[in-house]
């Protein structure tokens, strides 16, 4: 135990372990980016001498959240077109926002706001999809975040790949970035069934093999896709499409995954895929109610996702976890099947095994990554706290998050970023911002 | 103009007044408890040398906002007991806890526990109902929240009332202190029409307008009452038995009202009644989903409540624009009926109407109370801001307002309350957690 170099003392542990332990004035004990030990208040080994020791007492201690699901540089658009028709939303909005403003300079800006939103809310890992990835990467490196960060592919023109037939030539760029080692890992994100040909399905699942990366891929969002595959995609929803391409395996992850019927959702649990619920999205855009419930039965692997700030607009898994635990229960009229622990373990140990990282993430547990955060239960609404899972899910706020540590380096304290200018960041996505705004105007 | 004591120069304004005018760099001109002048940048009158001039540059500032439906006490039971079906949960855990521990001393630590949240939230008016509410209106006016507080009303004994032939005398001696004076104002809530006989709802809204107070109820919250009442009430759904009492006016507050059809929201807004919209509450007991856009349409007074802590579980009218917002997309598969700047009038000039406080509160304008919060705008997800109504629902927090001022007092600065001790708050509350808890294990 000697190599300790980091001992987190005190406050209630939620370790999201296999058997959901909660430790009161526990201790932790952090050997460099590992956690070491995990200790109850009365069995705690010796800490050496020269170990920091940091008092965490009257705060609740968990799992850094994992976000499985955002388009990161997205934030620049945050608000720039609310209450409108998806159709509308998307192509006098969004997309000639996207095709006049997306660059690598503007990804750069919209990331690092985006990263910095994350970590003071508490989420140490995500899972991103967009064009000009090895940006976002490179800013989630410089900024400490861990996660996937995956390269877009449509059969269309993208931002930073004006010829489509370059698209892949851009995707193996960027994953051959995972030779480069470290914790953001570059990924491969096939847009959606109805953007994308069945080859270039076939041929961007068969790069994603190739170097062991995650394939992403926007599945049964809307009601409207389902029609539109039978129709276009051999007649087939767009999950038993997937199935068919042989697209389903513990490599995949299926984004949104609203409508997918009970046989569907068979085949998903068969495969290994993982799911990342997005709740706060598809009820702005009016998309429908996931089928958790379904899910967790099965035992698939379940993320929550926050998606990009344009359709959310935020990037808060509280929020997520709030509103889908409601959402759940108000859709079925069953308050019990979908407890607020599921949502916590969505939100951590889900996540990670999600998103293929649940041997060094997801829980607090000797041996994992030490990406650990710490909220403060100081203010009026943290009181009284009868039950650490429903206070997350049911009262807590991103807001109360107050430090954050991501394999071993503490990111933020007292609520403020250690190793960021915030003040920069801001500066510089509101200039964006006018460009973006005059535009519009 | 010489009255004018304190000025708040800087920020972004939303006035919420009738043309929901935004006044950028904008000024406001307070003279003791009411607004003397608002004026934008370029046109501010005189300051006279001896008012206090404050700094809002970089701020968004907005009405107090006001919370149609509380029961203050109830803050000690928060979290308490969730994810349970709503007998179980009330039968086994609410009830029994009520009669257990509910006393003038419980209601005064729980009251003080959840004003402190309102107020850090941002909220400055609300309207509660529950036992003993001669405590919960003397603790609202010790710590300057404004509202109106109404005594529950039952066929069945309650807390402080055990014997129910007296529960007219315990209302009556709180209508009296109406004469006090002040800006909390006693009123009736009358619990609903399935605990209610026809014999005491007439005669609490007699009582009511006896005293030309408020006159609330419970009504149509889940659908179960509604085939309840057809059986019970003269064959009636709830809100046609109500109309038929002859006890809608606009003196009346419908709570919740998920379960009504098109041709009661023409009696409803034919009455002048207002409705209390509890989106986050319904959700997490599975209720239902209330028909804003139908209450819209017909300009029915619309405010929001977030019920009790102990079904919702916070005080936040922030999630609650934000929630109501995203469930009336999702339910009726239309994102352009219900829009932020909507739910950002229910939570201010909305809920000031429902409450017949409308001459008062509810916007900035010259002559209007001095209710004022504002927003820091430099967190990450505060930015861009390109339309203020969308940041304030769809993007802000509670946790984002940092000044409130009530009556021309201020009431919290830098997110921290001035006048309460808020250590000495959650002390108590942690207290009585402890006995609560201790019972239920």
Redesign the interface.
């Known amino acids: 135990m000697s190599d300790v170099t980091t001992v987190l003392r005190g406050g209630t542990l939620l370790t999201l372990n296999a058997s959901l332990d909660v430790l009161d004035d526990a201790a932790i004990g952090i050997a460099g980016d590992r956690i070491a030990w995990v200790a109850p208040g009365a069995a705690q080994p010796e800490v050496p001498p020269e170990a920091t020791v940091i008092d965490m007492s009257g705060r609740l201690l968990l799992p850094g959240l994992v976000n499985t699901h955002t388009h990161l540089p997205m ?6 077109a ?5 159709k509308e ?1 998307l192509e006098k909005h969004i997309f000639p926002a996207e095709a006049k403003f997306i660059n690598p300079e503007s990804v750069r800006v919209g990331t690092r ?2 990263v ?2 994350l970590l ?2 508490g989420t140490t890992t995500c899972a991103d999809g967009y064009s000009h990835a090895n940006v976002v990467l490179s800013v989630a490196r410089e900024m400490g975040l861990r996660g996937v960060f995956a390269q877009g592919i449509v059969d269309a023109p993208a931002p930073g790949v004006p010829d489509p037939s370059l698209h892949f030539t851009v995707l193996r760029r960027h994953l051959e970035s995972r030779a480069l080692g470290g914790v953001q890992v570059p990924a491969v994100f096939a847009h959606a069934p109805y953007t994308c040909s069945r080859e270039t399905l076939l041929r961007a699942k068969d790069l994603a093999r190739e170097y062991d990366a995650l394939f992403f891929i926007h599945v049964a969002e809307a009601r409207w896709e389902l029609d539109w595959c039978r129709r276009e995609r051999e007649g087939l929803t767009p999950v038993r499409y997937l199935h068919r391409l042989g697209l389903l395996d513990s490599r995949t992850v299926l984004v949104h995954a609203v409508h997918v019927d009970e046989a569907e959702a068979d085949l998903i649990a068969a495969s290994g895929a993982g799911i990342s619920v997005n709740t ?1 999205s ?8 996931t089928p958790i419930a379904n899910y967790l039965e099965r035992g698939i692997p379940l993320g929550l996702g926050t998606d990009g700030c344009a359709s ?5 898994l509280f ?1 997520e976890m ?2 889908t ?3 759940s ?2 859709a ?5 099947k ?3 622990a599921d949502l916590v373990q969505m939100a951590t140990r889900g996540g990670a095994k999600v998103l293929g990282l649940d041997r060094d993430i997801g829980s607090i547990e000797p041996g994992k990554q030490a990406d650990i955060i710490a909220l403060r239960l ?4 943290a ?5 650490p899972y ?2 997350l899910v ?2 807590a ?4 998050v107050d430090w954050v540590m991501v394999g071993g380096d503490i990111l933020a304290r007292d609520g403020k970023l250690l190793k960021a200018d ?1 003040a920069s ?2 500066r510089e ?2 200039e ?2 006018g460009k ?2 005059g535009e ?1 105007g």
Do not use: C
């Open positions: 934030s620049l658009f945050r608000g720039l609310d209450d409108l028709p998806l939303w706001l985006s910095a939103e003071l809310g706060e598809n009820m702005k855009l009016g998309s429908g109610v959310n607009n935020d990037l808060d929020l709030s509103q635990a409601r959402l229960k108000l079925s009229g069953d308050p019990v979908v407890k607020a100081n203010r009026p609404h009181q009284p706290l009868y039950n429903s206070h049911y009262s706020s991103a807001a109360d915030t960041i801001r996505a509101v964006w911002a973006i705004r519009q």
